[in-house]
């Protein structure tokens, strides 16, 4: 054989493995990541783990193969591995912009899962320094500034993300506003606190959730100015005035309180036992007691099935001597709800002071109210009585020490 048909023979075997052999491995690689990917969606990690290692084996340059390849790691819970292949892929030259956006999704989540959240947030950002409407990324930023009680930023990339989005969420935008100004009543910032609760009013002018935090710092602050005043020692008349100065200024705050916890009660009548307690302290604490009863009266004509209500009325009834009201008005309570046990064991409290005729029912009466203070779900019942969703949204962000 003549040598140049040799090198045609062999140049044909060459062309031969050129473009059939290596379409052939494209094909595979492909075939292994799309497997890979149904794996973990069926949540078979192990299978997909081995999926993307055979595709590594054979492309050392596949970053989407070694990506998901630390995400099955760290789903696996192990993202300390699962940081390290994915921070060394920053490295990597000429990556795509869907390759970028995965990298810093999954370099979120590695911090996240290990705690570090300020790193998290680092790399969180970097996705909208390449996709500025990134809705994971303003999601993502938004829950872990909740994290961190940073209301102030989780409240800015709430409002980017409802901009992007075109959602109309002022209802939402007042409460992280309310979160905020709550961190300022905790270290006795009154004046800062009320600052964000009457910013959250300008954003949502129905947040009653807002009018009973102002209350509470106006509540808050009648104790700091009264306590200040009572610490003082009066030597002379100057110290004298200073000290009823500072006693009227707490009452005044007090007051103040008072008409804040009025207005939420008027706008979320179902939830008004939030307040009635405080209403009847700080009203009984100013020689202004007997309002309490147009202030439930008020409720009761908005919402008259509402039994703290009802009890609250009967306790400020029987408080003036009149068994009678008291008692009339528990048994229209009871006739409309009789399952609440605040209502009932009010009740108890009055029977033997009615008519005689009641008295022998006070013994049943008891085993009912054992009975069912014995039973869980009654208990439950009762704590569980209508309540402001914005309330248990606010209290739910904090743990019970933060609480105010």
Request: proline share 1%.
């Amino acid at each position: 054989m003549q040598p140049a048909l040799i090198i045609i023979v062999i140049f044909l075997i060459v062309a031969y493995f050129v473009f059939s052999y290596k379409p052939k491995l494209k094909a595979d690689i492909k075939d292994l990541y799309s497997e890979g990917l149904d794996l973990m969606v069926d949540g078979y990690k192990q299978g997909a783990y081995e999926n993307f290692k055979k595709i590594i084996a054979q492309d050392t340059s596949n970053v989407k193969a070694y990506i998901k390849l630390g995400q099955v790691i760290r789903e696996g819970g192990n993202p300390k591995n699962a940081l390290k292949i994915h921070t060394q892929l920053i490295f990597r030259k000429n990556l795509s912009y869907y390759e970028k956006k995965e990298l810093y999704k999954n370099l979120t989540l590695d911090y996240f899962a290990l705690n570090e959240i300020d790193q998290s947030i680092v790399n969180c950002k970097k996705i909208l320094s390449i996709d500025k409407k990134n809705s994971w990324a303003l999601t993502k930023l938004i829950e872990m500034y909740q994290i961190k009680k940073d209301w102030s930023n989780s409240k800015k990339y709430l409002e980017l993300k409802l901009k992007f989005t075109g959602k109309n969420e002022e209802h939402l935008l007042a409460l992280y506003k309310i979160q905020e100004g709550r961190i300022f009543l905790k270290n006795k910032n009154f004046v800062s606190a009320r600052g964000c609760f009457n910013d959250a009013l300008a954003i949502f002018e129905n947040s009653a959730i807002a009018h009973y935090f102002i209350g509470n710092s106006f509540s808050k602050e009648s104790d700091e100015v009264y306590n200040q005043a009572e610490s003082m020692k009066i030597k002379d008349s100057a110290h004298q005035e200073v000290y009823d100065e500072k006693m009227k200024h707490a009452q005044d705050l007090l007051a103040d309180a008072i008409s804040e916890w009025v207005i939420y009660a008027k706008l979320k009548p179902e939830s008004s036992w939030m307040v009635i307690h405080l209403l009847k302290d700080a009203l009984f604490a100013l020689n202004r007691y007997n309002e309490i009863e147009i202030i439930l009266k008020d409720i009761l004509s908005k919402d008259s099935d509402n039994v703290d209500v009802v009890a609250a009325l009967a306790d400020y009834y029987d408080h003036l001597g009149d068994t009678e009201s008291a008692f009339n008005i528990i048994e229209k309570g009871l006739s409309k709800d009789d399952s609440s046990l605040l209502v009932r064991l009010i009740r108890l409290k009055l029977l033997p002071y009615t008519n005689k005729k009641e008295q022998d029912k006070l013994k049943k009466e008891l085993d009912f109210l054992i009975k069912d203070l014995v039973q869980d779900s009654d208990y439950q019942r009762f704590k569980n009585t209508s309540t402001d969703d914005d309330a248990l949204w606010l209290y739910s962000m904090y743990d019970e020490k933060d609480v105010n």
